[in-house]
């Protein structure tokens, strides 16, 4: 895969197998958070939303405390056989797609615990959030391709250009302003605080395009953040 492909692509498929031997667990991870929080609606279910946040936590602490992980585990494929016997019993044909939804949202938080399965979480956030749309409970199929669009643009976000080449951070550019900006955001998700990252950054003599415009771009941003990682040093 070149640059050009990767900034063009919509399809998240041959982006994870570009990257899967060249990033961190952690880095992949977060993705896989990010994709599970775009269908928080559809995890009804407490332990399902208590698993994505243990991995969104797990992926910060390292896998030397990950305590309580097989309790997690056991609890998100219990929510899987609930909601599938919930379809075995069966349902009126327009609760199809929102059992469908569920299952797969189900499927997509099992697939997150250790050790995250990346490929499956992309596969069934993107089914669920297809089958969240639907409409037409007569229809045969959803249509996932926003969703994987939108996964797309989640690999760009917390990867950026770093697969293909290297970006430096001057020490110049870590004043106090910088750093404490960066922090509070990645803590606090105060992602709408990014283009005044930009703005601090340029006025610490920033000048990389890469960086000013990616803090500035409309769009998601999420934990895991390929600039906000680069200037708080996670990896």
């Known amino acids: 895969m070149t640059e050009q492909e990767w900034l063009a692509t919509t399809d998240p498929t041959p982006m994870v197998a570009f990257v899967m031997s060249k990033v961190s667990d952690r880095k992949l991870r977060l993705l896989a958070v990010a994709c599970c929080n775009r269908i928080r609606s559809l995890l009804v279910d407490p332990r ?3 698993a994505v946040s243990f991995s969104e936590r797990h992926a910060d602490t390292g896998p030397a405390k990950k ?12 929510v899987v056989r609930e909601v599938q016997d919930e379809r075995r019993r069966g349902c009126q ?5 929102s059992l469908s939804a569920r299952l797969h949202a189900a499927y997509a938080v099992t697939a997150l615990t250790v050790p995250v399965q990346i490929g499956a979480v992309l596969f069934n956030t993107a089914r669920a959030a297809g089958w969240s749309a639907v409409i037409d409970p007569y ?3 959803p249509s996932d391709g926003s969703e994987m669009e939108v996964q797309a643009a989640l690999l760009r976000e917390v990867f950026g250009p770093l697969p293909f080449r290297s970006v430096t951070v001057e020490p110049a550019w870590l004043t106090s302003d910088v750093v404490l900006l960066a922090e509070g955001i990645y803590q606090e998700r105060a992602f709408d605080r990014m283009p005044i990252l930009a703005d601090a950054l340029q006025d610490a003599g920033c000048d990389n395009k890469d960086v000013l415009n990616h803090c500035r771009q409309p769009g998601e941003h999420v934990r895991g953040c ?6 708080t040093g996670r990896k």
Do not use: F, N, Y
Request: glycine share 4%.
């Open 48 to 50: 399902s939303l208590e």
């Open 67 to 78: 305590r309580g992980h097989p309790t997690i585990r056991k609890a998100t494929t219990d």
């Open 93 to 97: 044909r327009e609760d199809i797609p």
């Open 139 to 141: 229809r045969s199929d």
């Open 226 to 231: 390929w600039v906000l990682d680069l200037i």
